[in-house]
């Protein structure tokens, strides 16, 4: 919805719809995660598919050739979600 149709509604509607929001994105979320935790096993019990884990290592060398690109991309997509990735990334 739009900007104003959403500031036009009563304080405790938008309140509502936020937290219903809120809580429809982390259940599907939820589905998301075990439907992909699910795909990935039976991929893995297929033997069909290699999966290469790199080292730690490789993942330091892979961050920082990405510096380029999450500089270039932080005003298209916003810095702060861009944080967001390097820290998941480096986590892992």
């Known amino acids: ?4 149709f959403w500031e036009g509604l ?9 937290k219903a929001m809120k809580e429809a994105t982390d259940y599907a979320n939820e589905v998301a995660d075990k439907d992909n935790e699910d795909a990935l096993k039976a991929m893995k019990a297929s033997g069909k598919t290699d999966f ?11 961050c ?12 298209r997509v916003g810095k702060d979600l ?3 990735i390097q820290k998941e990334v480096a986590t892992k």
């Open 1 to 4: 919805m739009n900007k104003k």
């Open 10 to 18: 009563p304080v405790n509607t938008r309140t509502e719809l936020d």
């Open 52 to 62: 290469f884990q790199p080292t730690a290592a490789e993942r330091e060398a892979l």
């Open 64 to 75: 920082k050739l990405m510096q380029p690109v999450y500089e270039q991309m932080g005003d």
């Open 82 to 84: 861009i944080a967001t």
